[in-house]
């Protein structure tokens, strides 16, 4: 496993994406809130593709790897987990590395329920994780316009962008400042 991020960068930018298909007998769960549906998402921990997009994002600006490195799906320590819990332990890799959340920018895409009035809640829920504002955490709903797995309404998809920016305390000496 690589270290922690031994960089001077004041910026760093991480991707992230994660799909699971739906399952019935299982809770729907997308930004650590439980969302009202009929079926929920199958995976090793509680499968929320949108804090698993996150936290590839977050890993992936540090440089070290993806969430499958870290939480390994063989592992029994993760089955059921709360992807929650696992985003707090991202916050302190990026935390111990020197950086916090500039912003992340999420997309989260399915045929099936209409997340509108679930937003502001996640939006919350993974501030508090990142302890950062509900200002910096946005996220978008879009469906699958009934093309493919998730048109069919048969799995959820999230992506996610982060800009990480070095915490002012820990700035290079060199002169290296926040616009």
């Known amino acids: 496993m690589k270290e922690l991020l031994k960089s001077s960068l004041p910026f760093r930018i991480g991707e992230g994406y994660d ?4 399952s019935m007998g299982r809770r729907l769960i997308l930004g650590g ?3 009202e549906y009929e079926c929920g998402l199958y995976g ?16 992936g600006a540090l440089g070290l790897g993806d969430i499958g490195l870290h939480f390994p799906d063989t592992d029994p320590i993760y089955e059921g987990i709360s992807s929650i ?3 707090g332990k991202t916050y302190r890799m990026m935390d111990d590395a020197g950086y916090m959340i500039g912003n ?3 997309t989260v895409q399915a045929q099936a329920p209409k997340l509108a009035k679930y937003k502001s809640a996640m939006e919350e829920k993974l501030a508090s994780v990142y302890r950062c504002g ?3 955490i946005n996220i978008k709903a879009t469906t699958g316009e009934h093309i493919g797995i998730i048109g069919r309404g048969e799995a959820i998809a999230a992506r996610a962008v982060c800009l990480l920016i070095k915490k002012p ?9 926040l616009v």
């Open 134 to 136: 509900a200002d910096q």
């Open 19 to 22: 799909l699971h298909r739906l």
């Open 44 to 59: 090793h921990s509680d499968a929320d593709c949108l804090t698993h997009a996150i936290m590839n994002a977050v890993i």
């Open 169 to 177: 305390d820990n700035l290079n000496q060199k002169g290296a400042t």
């Open 104 to 106: 992340i920018d999420c």
């Open 85 to 87: 819990e696992l985003a």
């Open 33 to 35: 809130v439980e969302i």
